[in-house]
């Protein structure tokens, strides 16, 4: 499968749309993902076929995510459905108000469901899945899978359209045996990469919190993700995203020097999503 990725930057600002543009009318498009956001201060991606739509999870404000879409020349109403991965406020603060403001329907298991706080405010269509069971939005094929984290349900996600996978696992103590396979084969892999072991012990971090970061339902050190990376990799996997990086127990540079340990030379590139901008624009071909 041939990738290419639209790069950020002041110089390519003005063609963003026609790009964008250029790309839905190539028929060999599969697949169209952008890292809106990655981080403990909100989580958000983007993921289209030019047919189905959707945000995997929106955890910045309603007004800051259709900025962010604008951004790179996406348009908020054209959104067909939100899906959630677990209930933790940087995933979810801003699904009550783009569920209400462009009537989209809130793909969710119950058990998350059930622990949404009520300031997120009313969610009239929410679709209930369940890890484990296949379903169909619209025109891509969603398989939702349980991971080890702190949350009512957790959900990893694989997204397929036509020989196309990526791979969603951004928040995980660790890497089981379950995420390992449904991870494998995929085209692109969106994966945690939150913490530098050395820099979380001799953090600021509370011992507690440290404790819960570090625990099997916390989240994936670089050195973790590493070695999942290692079980999946294949020949096909053209791009990884590190994602969910700790400001304050991480470094981008520290996470790509462990985890380009586990590609090599080969031809997988790496890339790290952040905070407080898009990330690249990626069409899978």
């Known amino acids: 499968m041939k990738q290419f990725a639209i790069a950020a930057g002041s110089d390519i600002q003005a063609n963003r749309t026609d790009r964008l543009q250029i790309s839905r009318q190539n028929s060999d498009v599969k697949l169209i993902v952008c890292m809106l956001a990655s981080g403990s201060k909100g989580n958000a991606i983007y993921i289209s076929d030019n047919s189905t739509s959707i945000l995997v999870d929106s955890g910045l404000s309603g007004a800051e ?61 929410m679709v209930n899945f369940e890890c484990g069971s296949t379903f169909m939005l619209k025109t891509l094929k969603i398989h939702p899978f349980s991971i080890s984290h702190d949350a009512a349900d957790p959900a990893g996600f694989t997204i397929t359209q036509d020989g196309a996978k990526i791979g969603i696992a951004t928040d995980l103590g660790i890497a089981t045996s379950m995420a390992i396979e449904h991870l494998k084969g995929c085209s692109l892999l969106i994966l945690e990469a939150n913490h530098d072991p050395d820099m979380l012990v001799n953090g600021p ?80 071909r």
């Not at 067909?80 to 603060?93: K, N, P, Q, R």
């Not at 801003?94 to 405010?121: A, D, H, Q």
């Not at 462990?258 to 590139?269: M, Y």
């Open 65 to 125: 995510i259709e900025r962010r879409l604008k951004s790179r020349g996406l348009n908020p109403s054209e959104l067909d459905a939100i899906l959630v991965t677990h209930e933790h406020a940087d995933h979810i603060h801003g699904v009550g108000i783009l569920s209400r403001r462009f009537s989209l329907p809130v793909y969710i298991s119950r058990k998350t469901g059930m622990e949404i706080p009520p300031k997120t405010g009313c969610i009239s269509d």
């Open 205 to 284: 971090y509370p011992w507690p919190i440290k404790q819960r970061i570090k625990s099997r339902t916390g989240h994936l050190s670089n050195e973790d993700s590493k070695k999942l990376i290692m079980k999946v990799k294949h020949p096909r996997l053209k791009h990884i995203i590190l994602a969910h990086l700790s400001e304050m127990n991480n470094t981008p540079k520290k996470a790509l020097s462990v985890v380009r340990e586990a590609i090599n030379l080969s031809e997988t590139e790496i890339d790290v999503a952040v905070q407080d901008r898009c990330g690249k624009l990626f069409c899978l």
